[in-house]
């Protein structure tokens, strides 16, 4: 079945960077628009950041916009986030999904996704 692997999660200091990969497997990933989500304790899962399939199109949470990149390589089946400037409220659970290209809703919408993956735990310390 579908595998999508987060990996790059961690405890850092606010300031500092990191930068999240998604590992997708039994998928045609150029196929596939990219999403990261997070979901932080007690708060609902909420959009961070989207990709279309060619790259060419991406969309960002407000909250973190300027700070935060997503990018990916479809040759390596596996796209990214890049995270600067975290701050303590960033603090959350981070899932990578998939949607199947076509699909004319915005990126944040995760009701297109159907394949997730089982999180990476990110915490940032004040």
């Known amino acids: 079945q579908v595998q999508l692997v987060e990996s790059g999660g961690g405890l850092v200091q606010a300031g500092d960077s990191l930068r999240l990969s998604c590992a997708a497997s039994?998928?045609?990933?150029?196929?596939?628009?990219m999403g990261w989500f997070r979901q932080a304790p007690g708060k609902e899962r909420e959009f961070v950041a989207g990709?279309?399939?060619?790259?060419?199109?991406?969309s960002y949470a407000d909250a973190v916009k300027g700070r935060f990149t997503i990018s990916r390589e479809n040759a390596k089946n596996t796209v990214y986030l890049r995270m600067n400037g975290l701050k303590p409220e960033d603090t959350a659970v981070y899932f990578c999904a998939a949607r199947p290209i076509g699909s004319i809703q915005p990126l944040g919408n995760p009701s297109q996704y159907n394949y997730w993956g089982q999180g990476t735990q990110v915490t940032v310390s004040s």
């Open positions: 990709i279309r399939w060619s790259g060419s199109s991406t």
């Open positions: 039994r998928l045609t990933f150029s196929r596939y628009d």
